[in-house]
């Protein structure tokens, strides 16, 4: 449906619908959503930015961004980026809707579905920031997917020519990208991959971050990406990333209080085998604060979940039975976590110490 609706009658019957619309529909979903322009009238005070781009309509972005280029439509995504990045627009969970984008299609090329019409795309919008950002993702998924996820050493040397070559082309796309390509947080989030994995300089690499995250501050995936290259696997250890950590929370402090260090720890345990707390240098007290500035700040059903399922994880047996109370029917815990799940963190809650 266009935004842009010439029918005066049809005009008045979409105020009537806006009036009960959800505040979370979107333009971009085919959805009407209070503070959309209609001929050239805006219908309704457009809600705050958490109450209308929940963890669903998230979810929802994730499909559309994929969806809008097997359609060809090109300029839907386009814009749909470079409104969520201008906007600065988070969801209800906290991560930004650019992410969205970002994660889809990570996820495609790591699947390897799916090759979008590059060509095409370059034909009809030559000046696209998006198209090469896309690029860029496809070369450093397809350099790792020739790699495998082993030690160097056990890498057949034909495989780390092609994880060598693919990169460069990853690199190239960024080059080519340049500079509007830098306006995005992806841009980043890819020249750090492309940089770690390419074992660039550690100094060089750190300047690299500090550049993204000066520009970009709150976003999630510059941070992840550098602690990866600090855990033992990358040769670092888990004293450097608790340090890279606690940086991280003071940097984003003003706006997230301490809810950086429960992400990144989450991060990591995504990644570790083991007690998280006993294993590395986390500190439950310090992430239940984490997580109560981060569910404080965006209070949504996931955060609360993954905070209690830590909770869990940690043997904190009052946090977790207060937080699955708070749930009640939303209860869905077990995120990254095997072995842990609501019923079995229930039973360790409310059963008899």
């Not at 650019?98 to 979008?116: C, H, L, M, N, S």
């Not at 989450?266 to 981060?294: C, H, I, N, Q």
Request: overall charge positive; charged content about 25%.
């Amino acid at each position: 449906m266009s935004v842009y609706l010439k029918s005066a009658a049809f005009r008045t019957a979409l105020v009537l619908l806006l009036a009960s619309a959800s505040a979370q529909a979107q333009w971009w979903n085919n959805a009407v959503q209070p503070g959309m322009r209609v001929g050239k009238i805006v219908v309704g005070a457009p809600p705050a930015a958490e109450a209308r781009y929940s963890k669903t309509v998230f979810d929802q972005a994730r499909s559309v961004a994929v969806t809008a280029i097997f359609n060809e439509d090109f300029a839907k995504l386009e814009r749909m980026h470079d409104e969520f990045v201008a906007g600065d627009i988070r969801a209800t969970h906290g991560f930004f809707m650019v992410e969205a984008i970002q994660g889809a299609w990570d996820d495609q090329f790591r699947a390897g579905e799916y090759k979008p019409q590059f060509d095409l795309w370059k034909a009809k919008v030559p000046q696209s920031r998006m198209r090469t950002l896309l690029e860029a993702i496809k070369w450093q998924r397809h350099a790792w997917e020739a790699r495998g996820g082993g030690y160097g050493s056990s890498v057949p040397g034909e495989s780390m020519k092609l994880f060598r070559e693919r990169l460069s082309l990853a690199a190239k796309a960024l080059k080519d990208s340049e500079p509007a390509g830098q306006d995005s947080p992806i841009w980043y989030w890819v020249a750090l991959i492309v940089a770690g994995s390419s074992g660039l300089p550690q100094a060089e690499f750190d300047t690299l971050f500090e550049e993204g995250a000066k520009r970009f501050p709150y976003y999630h995936s510059l941070y992840y990406t550098r602690l990866n290259y600090l855990l033992p696997q990358w040769g670092g250890s888990y004293e450097a990333v608790d340090a890279f950590i606690a940086k991280a929370v003071e940097r984003t402090k003003e706006k997230d209080g301490d809810a950086f260090y429960a992400w990144l720890y989450v991060d990591v345990a995504r990644k570790f085998e083991g007690d998280l707390f006993e294993g590395t240098r986390a500190s439950w007290p310090k992430m239940r604060k984490a997580f109560k500035d981060m569910v404080a700040r965006y209070p949504d059903a996931w955060n609360k979940n993954l905070f209690a399922t830590f909770a869990c994880r940690a043997r904190d047996r009052e946090t977790t039975g207060q937080l699955i109370t708070e749930l009640g029917a939303a209860a869905s815990l077990g995120a990254w976590s095997p072995g842990f799940s609501t019923e079995s963190c229930r039973r360790f809650a409310f059963s008899p110490a």
